[in-house]
């Protein structure tokens, strides 16, 4: 399962989130999005969890949490527009 983190403090880092999402199970493809040319954390991120129930245990436990004085989202990931596309075409006849 896909899973977005939003509200992240600009100095949170990938093996911050590994942290505190391992401890509900396997996580992999974690990506924190940064601005292209200053590297600096545009304050979300993106990161997979391939068992589903640990995932939403993990999405309910942690949404609303801090880290660093900052609130944070975490939801399921909405399907980007480029998946949306690509699904829209497959199901045409």
């Not at 391939?50 to 949490?65: F, K, N, R, S, Y």
Request: charged share 35%; aromatic share 8%; hydrophobic share 40%.
């Amino acid at each position: 399962m896909r899973i977005y983190v939003g509200n992240l403090p600009k100095d949170a880092e990938e093996d911050d989130l590994l942290e505190m999402f391992s401890e509900y199970g396997a996580v992999r493809n974690i990506k924190i999005i940064r601005d292209r040319y200053s590297n600096i954390s545009r304050g979300y991120a993106f990161l997979e969890m391939p068992d589903e129930t640990a995932a939403l245990q993990a999405i309910e436990d942690w949404d609303q949490g801090s880290i660093d004085d900052h609130v944070i989202r975490v939801d399921v990931a909405k399907a980007s527009l480029k998946e949306t596309q690509i699904y829209r075409e497959s199901i045409r006849v």
